[in-house]
């Protein structure tokens, strides 16, 4: 728990840091940044910046970065389930805008696991293991966006697509588990200019499953200024053929979770948040119990230049 502790202290004082070097950033004039959101009520012109995160959440933001721009998305989570600590650290995303509706993405998940249990029990899991996860390279291609357009056109859905594949960093990730990937279509409708509705659905699969699991989330999304903003959420994913290791049959593993959080911009390329959530239903049958599980984490999202 104290090694805990540390990470939690390390992670803060970072982001402590970044907070306060944004504050006194002024790498480009004040005229150039703005906190707007670009919506069908606000047309971007070439010389704006704008931040646009994909965290915090699990839904993914359908918005693409201006070409030129790169941009860091890091963050920490806690997740606590049958006497097991699973920490992320960290998640890290490096964004780059290729083109005005392609972007580039780059993103590495490490997964630190804490076990609880006896002193005197030499049976049991090592106290801390240290899981890399494989390194995801991908893109996100805008598809649709009516952003600009008539005010009747709102319920047409900005729409973009987010394709991933991960390759192995370790020599078991190699052996085990070659290539992974996803594929999502992201949704969002911005009903007004502080109100959106986001949805996404796509699949996701290791190469030795013979069938892809299935992701879906619905989020609303909340800003009543430039600076703040709140969102709640549940987001979902279908295994369907996972096995019962008591009895060997196939079965369609469900995790229904939903959660709740807050972002803050500090400056204008800089985006601080927090969230909290559990899960609300998962089917895992190893015990007689239920396996729910609660999590809380948080980020920042600094926009590093335009090029």
Same mark, same amino acid.
């Given at each position: 728990?104290? =090694?805990?502790?540390?990470?939690?202290?390390?992670?803060?004082?970072?982001?402590?840091?970044?907070?306060?070097?944004?504050?006194?950033?002024?790498?480009?004039?004040?005229?150039?940044?703005?906190?707007?959101?670009?919506?069908?009520?606000?047309?971007?012109?070439?010389?704006?910046?704008?931040?646009?995160?994909? =965290?915090?959440?699990?839904?993914?933001?359908?918005?693409?970065?201006?070409?030129?721009?790169?941009?860091?998305?890091?963050?920490?989570?806690?997740?606590?389930?049958?006497?097991?600590?699973?920490?992320?650290?960290?998640?890290?995303?490096? =964004?780059?805008?290729?083109?005005?509706?392609?972007?580039?993405?780059?993103?590495?998940?490490?997964?630190?696991?804490?076990?609880?249990?006896?002193?005197?029990?030499?049976?049991?899991?090592?106290?801390?293991?240290?899981?890399?996860?494989?390194?995801?390279?991908?893109?996100?291609?805008?598809?649709?966006?009516?952003?600009?357009?008539?005010?009747?056109?709102?319920?047409?859905?900005?729409?973009?697509?987010?394709?991933?594949?991960?390759?192995?960093?370790?020599?078991?990730?190699?052996?085990?588990?070659?290539?992974?990937?996803?594929?999502?279509?992201?949704?969002?409708?911005?009903?007004?200019?502080?109100?959106?509705?986001?949805?996404?659905?796509?699949?996701?699969?290791?190469?030795?499953?013979?069938?892809?699991?299935?992701?879906?989330?619905?989020?609303?999304?909340?800003?009543?200024?430039?600076?703040?903003?709140?969102?709640?959420?549940?987001?979902?994913?279908?295994?369907?053929?996972?096995?019962?290791?008591?009895?060997?049959?196939?079965?369609?593993?469900?995790?229904?979770?939903?959660?709740?959080?807050?972002?803050?911009?500090?400056?204008?390329?800089?985006?601080?948040?927090?969230?909290?959530?559990?899960?609300?239903?998962?089917?895992?049958?190893?015990?007689?119990?239920?396996?729910?599980?609660?999590?809380?984490?948080?980020?920042?999202?600094?926009?590093?230049?335009?090029?």
């Amino acid at each position: 728990m104290q =090694r805990i502790l540390n990470h939690m202290r390390i992670r803060i004082l970072v982001i402590g840091l970044l907070w306060a070097i944004s504050l006194q950033a002024n790498v480009l004039p004040d005229s150039l940044w703005t906190f707007k959101h670009i919506n069908e009520h606000h047309q971007s012109s070439e010389n704006e910046i704008w931040l646009s995160a994909d =965290r915090p959440g699990a839904g993914t933001g359908s918005e693409v970065l201006n070409r030129g721009v790169i941009q860091w998305e890091t963050g920490f989570e806690c997740l606590h389930t049958m006497g097991t600590h699973v920490l992320t650290m960290p998640t890290t995303l490096f =964004r780059f805008g290729l083109h005005k509706r392609v972007e580039l993405r780059l993103e590495y998940t490490g997964a630190l696991m804490v076990f609880d249990h006896p002193d005197d029990d030499p049976q049991s899991p090592d106290e801390h293991l240290y899981t890399p996860m494989p390194l995801e390279i991908g893109t996100k291609i805008l598809l649709c966006d009516h952003r600009g357009g008539s005010l009747n056109k709102a319920w047409i859905p900005r729409t973009a697509l987010l394709c991933n594949i991960g390759l192995p960093i370790t020599t078991l990730q190699a052996r085990d588990l070659p290539i992974s990937g996803s594929v999502d279509l992201l949704f969002e409708n911005e009903i007004t200019e502080w109100l959106s509705l986001g949805y996404d659905v796509g699949v996701q699969w290791n190469e030795w499953a013979p069938t892809p699991d299935i992701f879906a989330s619905l989020g609303i999304n909340f800003e009543p200024t430039d600076h703040l903003g709140l969102f709640v959420e549940s987001f979902n994913l279908f295994d369907p053929d996972a096995i019962n290791l008591m009895t060997g049959n196939t079965y369609t593993h469900s995790h229904i979770n939903l959660d709740f959080g807050i972002t803050y911009a500090v400056h204008p390329r800089v985006q601080l948040d927090a969230y909290a959530g559990f899960n609300i239903y998962n089917s895992e049958p190893l015990t007689s119990h239920p396996q729910n599980y609660a999590f809380f984490g948080f980020g920042v999202t600094w926009l590093i230049c335009k090029l």
